[in-house]
Structures are given as C-alpha cells and as structure tokens.
C-alpha cells in the first residue's frame, strides 16, 4: 500500500526551500511513501484531497505568514482534511511565527498536528536540517505505522 505525503512550501530567499527539500528526504526513507514536493503556487487542492499527511512550510514575514500561503490556508478550507496527518516547519528573520501560525490553521481543519514544527533562524544550519529530515521521516514513519 502507498501513502503520499504532500510537502507544500514558499520561499523567497531559498531558505525555506531548502529546509523543505530535508523534510521530504526524511520522509522518502520510509518505504511505501511516495512525497510530492510543491511550491505553494503549484499545489492543487485535488491533491491535498487525495494526500494523507500534509506538511506545509513558510517563512516568517513581519509576523506573519507570507500572502501567498495565508491564500493557500484559505483555500484549504475548501477541502476536507479532517484526520489527515500534518506538520509544519519554516525559517525566520526575526520572531518565527509563521510555523505556529501554519500549525494553527491546520489543527482548525481537523488534521492531526501531533509535532510543533521545525524552526530555523535565516539559513538553516547542519542541526536544522537534520531536524527537518527526522520531521519528515517521523510523519511518514506514523502514517505507515497507523495503516499496518
């Protein structure tokens, strides 16, 4: 049996895209799992309908999460996700809320956010990325667990 594990992710300055490339390497260690990679404007919601974990990342801009995820937060709403596995991670400047703030809106949803998310201050170090990779790898070592 496959699970797919959609990773979807913004950045601007690359490092949260590189902090997203880690977070998919830990979750394709883990057979039967298959982990399409999208910038936040390729993501469709057809396939975060038909994803079994979700793991979303940004960055922290002023606060806040960047326009273009807090647009793709609110198309969420649209799909049902309730139950589905999550996570979140992302990089700052400054205050790093942006990772809280992703958490929050995917718990409203229903989906089961059981980590607090991986955080990096501005480009992210050897120890960052080795956290992202164990994200990744935990979420897609729990979905399989869950179905076996």
Known sequence: MSHQILI?????????????????????EVKG???PLKRVGEAKAEELANA??????APTRNTKVPLAMSQFLK??????????LGAAFG?????????GLIRSAMVAQGIRVPAV????????????LEECRELGNRVATS??????
Request: overall charge positive.
């Open 52 to 57: 079994d974990a979700i793991i979303l990342g």
């Open 33 to 35: 799992v298959q982990v």
């Open 75 to 84: 198309a969420m709403k649209e799909v049902p996700l309730r139950g589905k």
């Open 8 to 28: 979807v992710y913004e950045s601007r300055t690359g490092n949260t895209h590189k902090m997203a490339q880690a977070v998919a390497e830990g979750a394709r």
């Open 143 to 148: 979905l399989v667990e869950e179905t076996t």
């Open 117 to 128: 998310g991986v955080r990096a201050k501005r480009t992210p170090d050897k120890a960052s």
């Open 91 to 99: 990089s700052y400047g400054w205050s790093g809320e942006a990772v």
